[in-house]
């Protein structure tokens, strides 16, 4: 029983156990900002696969099947644009203010874009190939 007794003496103080270390953040982590948000068209339908990204920098994201997204980046606090990218719809992009916390973009709506693709033909041939 004594066993039992030292073991809950060592938990219960304090100064018994071993001072853990604490690791300072990494720059990266302490200017980490969180954007978020949906990406939909005319209709308020989900666009899954749209890149969305912020305009000069290497952090972005692509919307999942419900046409969400959600990414970090390290960039410094500041203006930027977040920029959103899908074929067969125009381009949008929305600017956005990195400040001290996370930054949720409700809803971006995409217009369908008016070019299009002519028809495709399909045509068939045949030829031959001899030696003379």
Not at 38 to 45: C, N
């Amino acid at each position: 029983m004594k066993p039992l007794l030292l073991a809950a003496a060592l938990l219960l103080a304090p100064a018994a156990r071993p001072a853990q270390a604490q690791t300072p953040a990494s720059p990266i982590q302490s200017l980490a900002h969180s954007l978020s948000g949906t990406v939909r068209d005319a209709a308020s339908q989900p666009l899954p696969g749209a890149n969305v990204f912020l305009k000069t920098t290497f952090d972005g994201a692509t919307t999942d099947s419900l046409g969400h997204f959600r990414f970090s980046t390290g960039h410094a606090a500041g203006a930027l644009v977040l920029a959103v990218r899908l074929i067969g719809f125009e381009p949008a992009e929305v600017p956005v203010v990195l400040g001290g916390g996370p930054v949720a973009v409700l809803a971006i709506t995409l217009k369908a874009s008016r070019a299009q693709l002519g028809d495709v033909v399909v045509t068939a041939g045949a030829f031959e190939a001899s030696d003379a």
